[in-house]
């Protein structure tokens, strides 16, 4: 399997919009842990909203087609967990994807 992001996938605006909600995403995540091939992402959805990460999502999976993403959304407006991962070197990309919040 290849890891190579498409950087043609979004339009100049749509790569405003996808940074903005990375941005959000980054200020409201509470932990991360490693899991298998990726990792997963607790996200205090006072910060960023199911809606957001849904649409953050579908622009990531445009650029980087080779990630799978879940989200689970807890009961009582508890947070969110995002897990990205993928086959083989995966996790490796995600953390120097993510090195501003994965030490």
């Not at 790569?15 to 200020?27: D, P, V, W, Y």
């Not at 650029?63 to 989200?71: A, G, I, N, T």
Request: with cysteine.
């Amino acid at each position: 399997m290849t890891i190579a992001c498409n950087l043609d996938a979004l339009a100049p605006s749509e790569r405003i919009e996808h940074q903005t909600l990375r941005s959000k995403l980054f200020s409201g995540l509470r932990s991360h842990r490693q899991i298998g091939n990726g990792y997963e992402f607790e996200i205090d959805r006072s910060k960023a909203s199911l809606i957001e990460l849904a649409r953050w999502i579908e622009f990531e999976s445009r650029c980087c087609p080779f990630l799978d993403f879940s989200v689970e959304s807890a009961r009582n407006h508890g947070p969110l967990t995002l897990r990205l991962g993928g086959g083989e070197g995966v996790r490796e990309f995600i953390a120097a994807e993510f090195r501003a919040v994965i030490r």
